[in-house]
């Protein structure tokens, strides 16, 4: 019998030690020739209007090349969920790239890009933003509240989706239960952590094409939303596929800030562009959803289920972007078609 090359053999990963050590086939060490560098402004305050954004100092600054404000960017709320068509109907069309209000502390306002990453800060810091800070809400009771404050104004209110799902006769099961029980759980609120931030390298050529290379984990859904955010012909935009990304878990498959914004900077300065995010940013900003719970389930003297209820509330922060399929998906898998009962009934 011939030995085996690979079974029962110490094998070799040949990406092994490029992985390890950070090699240059991870997105984060992306670079082209001429590239600057990126920095987002982004706001302290969770709700505001932004009244001026004042550029002047900041481009007189050596080094800088371009600045980009709400005044770059086609004004227009879309849906950034990857698998999902940006006007799709029932989505929570709510995303904006830029605009004249910010929802959540960290939100991004202006942003600059310069020749070496510290000029860029240095010009962040020169940027001159003035707000008019308006109430802000912080838990989902005060945001459901009657007359709360809007997130939205153009809504009728900040809940954003209301799903309900049921299947036979809940209420009349559990009464003739012969013991109910009734509790309460909470998830907190999560950072997927990965090792690599969100990053990207962006190149606007004289002929109108736009090359990204980007730590996003879903790139043809990165191509479609980036291309419907700057209002240009997907034809025009190309994402080149990294080898591998420093992990994502989930926390880099929606359209963000980074890659509209990198673009529109390499647009203006006739240069590529890279923007990372710090690690302060992407706690800040790549946050997953709380959920809470509340659980009421039905049972026989058997012990067998005859009746559950639940009802799941998630904060989305202020866009809904996932958060709208991730409480879906937290019903449907996570409640209905888990146990066998056959009266259930769960409101998202």
Not at 30 to 38: S, V
Not at 168 to 175: D, F, T, W
Request: with cysteine; net charge neutral.
């Amino acid at each position: 019998m011939s030995k085996m090359n690979t079974i029962g053999t110490r094998v070799k990963n040949k990406d092994a030690l490029d992985k390890v050590t950070g090699g240059r086939h991870f997105p984060v060490n992306a670079k082209l020739p001429g590239m600057l560098h990126g920095k987002l402004v982004r706001s302290p305050y969770g709700h505001a209007k932004i009244l001026n954004v004042d550029t002047n100092a900041a481009l007189k600054l050596p080094g800088v090349k371009s600045v980009v404000t709400s005044a770059d960017i086609p004004s227009i709320q879309f849906n950034p969920i990857y698998f999902m068509p940006s006007e799709a109907l029932g989505a929570n069309r709510d995303f904006e790239v830029l605009g004249d209000t910010v929802r959540y502390v960290g939100q991004p306002v202006a942003a600059i890009a310069a020749t070496s990453s510290e000029i860029a800060e240095q010009a962040a810091e020169l940027i001159d933003v003035e707000y008019e800070e308006l109430p802000a809400v912080y838990s989902i009771d005060k945001a459901l509240e009657e007359g709360a404050q809007k997130i939205h104004e153009y809504t009728d209110g900040n809940l954003a989706k209301n799903p309900i799902f049921e299947t036979g006769e809940v209420s009349e099961a559990l009464e003739k239960a012969d013991h109910i029980f009734e509790h309460s759980y909470q998830t907190q609120r999560v950072n997927t952590c990965a090792l690599e931030p969100r990053v990207c390298v962006c190149d606007y050529d004289q002929d109108g094409y736009v090359t990204v290379y980007s730590s996003m984990q879903h790139l043809f859904g990165l191509r479609e939303k980036l291309a419907y955010a700057l209002q240009i012909p997907v034809s025009r935009v190309r994402i080149i596929k990294p080898r591998y990304i420093g992990g994502g878990f989930g926390g880099k498959l929606d359209l963000g800030h980074l890659e509209p914004i990198a673009t529109l900077l390499s647009k203006k300065s006739g240069r590529p562009v890279r923007i990372v995010n710090s690690r302060a940013d992407e706690f800040v900003t790549g946050n997953r959803n709380p959920i809470t719970l509340e659980l009421k389930t039905g049972v026989n003297k058997d012990g067998l289920m005859v009746a559950r209820t639940a009802r799941s509330t998630t904060d989305a922060g202020g866009y809904a972007t996932h958060g709208s399929t991730v409480i879906m998906v937290h019903g449907l898998f996570g409640f209905m078609f888990t146990y066998n009962c056959p009266n259930r009934k769960w409101e998202g």
